[in-house]
DNA sequence: TTCTGTGTTTACTTGCT
DNA sequence: AGCAAGTAAACACAGAA
């Protein structure tokens, strides 16, 4: 027989798990209508989660003989994903049709992926994932999100690209930085390079559906020329993107001139301020 | 005004090299 | 020892009730 069971004992066929996920993403396709295409190509399984990309991998609504593996005792509580917090965002943030994700739909993929987090009643795994987005400078923020709470998130571009090739780091400039800066009186910019990505690295502009789709009301009349192309060839490290529904500061992690625009901006101000001023505030002129 | 969700930061622990 | 990752907690802010 078909079944899940939670830590509770409670039974749940599977097919309430499908109906429920399926519920949840038909919504969300049906508010945004381009994307018919991508949910028939993400075909549900029977376990309710989506086919592409979504393993069955510890804790995940899968099949029985599976689920016996991936508990680690004997009241079927599910086990620690092996995938870490960022992975798991990032791999979220990928599979969205526009690459960007609210906090809660961010919270939706991982209950959906896997069950430990479905099942976890102490919610400290949603803590977690909030220090995640905002300690690793590979989740940059990109707008004000459309229910007027919190921000879309998405993946830095040169994060992304390690991220398709399978590569998930975890990136503090920002702390090291701020460290180094708390400690130093005299700032060189020689010395900091090694903190420097190459400066061929751009903030990515947002897909060119974003508009269509994210703009909120109140901003409307920001219609901004700038495409795709341009701005991702000839947009500067840092910028008050124009291309943001709202002209959200984009915060670049990876910008050299970020640093250097925080810290002469900061410098002026007691230091122990510096560990308070988050990125976009900094930006924020 | 209060509540709730979100975002930021720090401190600490654990496991690995 | 140093680092990465996870957890806990405090705090601030914004929007909704």
Same mark, same amino acid.
């Given at each position: 027989?078909?079944?899940?069971?939670?830590?509770? +004992?409670?039974? #749940?066929?599977?097919?309430?798990?499908?109906?429920?996920?399926? @519920?949840?993403?038909?919504?969300?396709?049906?508010?945004?209508? =381009?994307?018919?295409?991508?949910?028939?190509?993400?075909?549900?399984?029977?376990? +309710?989660?989506?086919?592409?990309? @979504?393993?069955?991998?510890?804790? !995940?609504?899968?099949?029985?003989?599976?689920?016996?593996?991936?508990?680690?005792?004997?009241?079927?509580?599910?086990?620690?994903?092996?995938?870490?917090?960022?992975?798991?965002?990032?791999?979220?943030?990928?599979?969205?049709?526009?690459?960007?994700?609210? @906090? /809660?739909?961010?919270?939706?993929?991982?209950?959906?992926?896997? *069950? &430990?987090?479905?099942?976890?009643?102490?919610?400290?795994?949603?803590?977690?994932?909030?220090?995640?987005?905002?300690?690793?400078?590979?989740?940059?923020?990109?707008?004000? +999100? $459309?229910?007027?709470? +919190?921000? &879309?998130?998405?993946?830095?571009?040169?994060?992304? *690209? =390690?991220?398709?090739?399978?590569?998930?780091?975890?990136?503090? &400039?920002?702390?090291?930085?701020?460290?180094?800066?708390?400690?130093?009186?005299? #700032?060189?910019?020689?010395?900091?390079? !090694?903190?420097?990505?190459?400066?061929?690295?751009?903030?990515?502009?947002?897909?060119?559906? #974003?508009?269509?789709?994210?703009? $909120?009301?109140?901003?409307?009349?920001?219609?901004?020329?700038?495409?795709?192309?341009?701005?991702?060839?000839?947009?500067?490290?840092?910028?008050?993107?124009?291309? $943001?529904?709202?002209? &959200?500061?984009?915060?670049?992690?990876?910008?050299? %001139?970020?640093?250097?625009?925080? /810290?002469?901006?900061?410098?002026?101000?007691?230091?122990?301020?510096? !560990?308070?001023? !988050?990125?976009?505030? %900094?930006?924020?002129?």
């Amino acid at each position: 027989m078909e079944r899940c069971m939670t830590k509770f +004992g409670v039974f #749940y066929p599977k097919r309430f798990w499908f109906e429920l996920f399926k @519920l949840d993403f038909e919504i969300y396709y049906q508010q945004h209508s =381009e994307y018919q295409l991508p949910m028939n190509k993400h075909q549900f399984h029977d376990s +309710g989660i989506v086919d592409e990309g @979504l393993s069955d991998e510890t804790g !995940s609504i899968e099949d029985d003989s599976k689920q016996k593996e991936n508990y680690s005792d004997e009241n079927d509580t599910p086990k620690k994903p092996n995938q870490s917090y960022l992975e798991i965002i990032a791999e979220a943030i990928l599979k969205a049709p526009d690459r960007m994700m609210q @906090l /809660y739909e961010i919270y939706n993929y991982f209950q959906r992926k896997y *069950r &430990y987090f479905a099942e976890d009643v102490n919610k400290s795994w949603k803590n977690s994932v909030r220090h995640n987005l905002s300690l690793n400078d590979c989740f940059v923020k990109a707008g004000r +999100g $459309t229910n007027g709470k +919190g921000h &879309y998130w998405r993946i830095h571009e040169l994060a992304e *690209r =390690e991220f398709e090739q399978g590569r998930f780091r975890r990136r503090r &400039y920002r702390q090291q930085m701020r460290q180094l800066q708390m400690h130093t009186q005299t #700032y060189d910019t020689q010395s900091m390079s !090694s903190f420097y990505p190459p400066t061929s690295y751009y903030m990515c502009s947002p897909p060119p559906s #974003y508009h269509s789709i994210y703009q $909120t009301p109140n901003n409307s009349s920001e219609n901004h020329s700038i495409s795709p192309l341009e701005s991702s060839t000839t947009m500067p490290n840092f910028c008050m993107t124009p291309t $943001t529904p709202n002209s &959200y500061p984009l915060y670049d992690p990876y910008s050299s %001139s970020y640093y250097t625009t925080s /810290y002469q901006q900061q410098q002026h101000h007691h230091p122990m301020a510096l !560990s308070y001023a !988050s990125p976009n505030e %900094s930006a924020s002129f």
